[in-house]
């Protein structure tokens, strides 16, 4: 039986790593980097980045930034649309590959 879906809030913010004033370099400034046509999957994260330190995983589903849904956006609009965000670093929905395992 599969679970059912949970939404999960991620900030990357986390003041120590010294991370950038803009989301100019989003997401590898952040240390993930996105694929998929549309929705985008999180296809790496950099061990000890904020990305890390905030949970994200390889293959998890990213369905909304800063509550805007972007399940439908390919990859490069989802990053464009992130790199014009005011807030830095932008939260992310993401629903995770874990809760969709039986």
Do not use: H
Not at 20 to 32: D, R
Not at 51 to 58: F, H, I, K, M, T
Not at 61 to 70: A, K
């Amino acid at each position: 039986m599969v679970s059912p879906l949970r939404k999960f809030y991620f900030s990357l913010c986390y003041p120590d790593l010294g991370l950038p004033a803009t989301n100019q370099n989003w997401p590898e400034a952040f240390g993930f980097r996105l694929g998929g046509t549309g929705p985008s999957y999180i296809l790496s994260v950099v061990e000890g980045s904020s990305a890390y330190l905030a949970g994200l995983q390889p293959g998890d589903q990213v369905v909304d930034i800063e509550g805007q849904d972007v399940t439908n956006l390919s990859t490069p609009a989802l990053i464009a649309l992130a790199q014009t965000l005011k807030t830095v670093p932008p939260s992310i929905g993401v629903v995770s590959r874990i809760e969709q395992v039986s």
